[in-house]
């Protein structure tokens, strides 16, 4: 069983900036995919965004939803087992818990969550 750790979430003012990290277990080359999602109170857990793995020379391809599109920016750095998400011109509304989920076949693998919240 792959170990996510998540960090990086936070109070930020409408405008702000965070990035948020997930450090995984083992290597980045063993997933399929990597994305972050989201949970508001009251609300069920939706994309933000993943990052399809791919391989060394083939590379990845990203997906993001409507709502986030142009503002956040998921990466990955291959060396570190880490995948970023950037988030930017942060609103209100992406107040949530934002957790890092990892699929490789059948299997889809969560972090803890980390608490971003955006408020003047």
């Known amino acids: 069983q792959v170990q996510l750790v998540e960090s990086g979430g936070g109070l930020v003012q409408p405008g702000g900036s965070l990035r948020l990290s997930c450090a995984a277990s083992r290597s980045v080359f063993s997933f399929d995919t990597m994305g972050w999602y989201r949970q508001a109170p009251g609300k069920e857990r939706e994309l933000v965004a993943t990052?399809?793995?791919?391989?060394?020379?083939?590379?990845?391809?990203?997906n993001y939803a409507d709502s986030v599109k142009g503002r956040f920016t998921i990466s990955r750095d291959n060396a570190r087992n880490t995948v970023y998400l950037q988030m930017n011109n942060l609103k209100a509304e992406d107040t949530a818990v934002y957790y890092c989920?990892?699929?490789?076949?059948?299997?889809?693998?969560w972090g803890q969550g980390t608490q971003v919240t955006v408020s003047a």
């Open positions: 990052l399809t793995v791919g391989s060394r020379s083939i590379g990845s391809r990203s």
């Open positions: 989920n990892v699929v490789t076949g059948w299997r889809s693998d």
